[in-house]
């Protein structure tokens, strides 16, 4: 059934922030009753890089999530404004991150982050043919980078040291496109 089975009668703006917009919505669901839900909007695309050199090496960032409360080991990644081209803003974050350029770009996959409450959309890639520079952090950020071989990087999402969705969906696509 790939047709909406959902109906929106009101739709009212909860709270918005330069990142995100919440809103409910009165609705009638597939079953016919009324209800309500929730939709968190990103005003970012969220883009993540596996970067791999010529040794099968490959790059984490970590830092404290404030949302969990906890550490977290992530691939480079950040967001990109709606309407600018993913490629560019991944390679900003790149850049930003590791201080790595990449001369190939291969766009991995797709991913929709939370769908039964946001519309986030995120692309992963891997980036090879790699060239060495200075990092550009952000003035929130205190990131750790860690060069790491690709095969314990795959080692840390299976033992579930990087929990991740963004992460762990492109790390998984990249093994398999990488023979692990």
Request: net charge negative; no cysteine.
């Amino acid at each position: 059934m790939e047709q909406n089975p959902w109906k929106t009668k009101t739709s009212k703006l909860i709270y918005e922030n330069p990142w995100i917009k919440v809103e409910e919505h009165e609705v009638i669901n597939p079953a016919g009753n009324d209800g309500i839900y929730g939709t968190v909007h990103f005003k970012n695309r969220a883009m993540g890089i596996i970067p791999i050199d010529s040794e099968e090496n490959t790059w984490l960032i970590g830092q404290y999530r404030y949302s969990l409360n906890e550490y977290s080991w992530e691939i480079p990644m950040g967001g990109g404004l709606i309407g600018l081209d993913f490629l560019e803003s991944a390679k900003r974050e790149l850049k930003e991150e590791t201080g790595l350029t990449a001369n190939k770009w291969t766009e991995l996959l797709k991913i929709h982050t939370s769908n039964s409450v946001t519309d986030e959309v995120g692309i992963v890639y891997l980036a090879e043919e790699l060239t060495f520079g200075e990092t550009e952090f952000e003035d929130t950020e205190i990131l750790q980078v860690k060069k790491l071989p690709f095969k314990d990087v795959l080692d840390m999402a299976m033992r579930g040291e990087i929990t991740d969705g963004i992460s762990l969906a492109g790390i998984f696509k990249a093994a398999r496109i990488l023979g692990y």
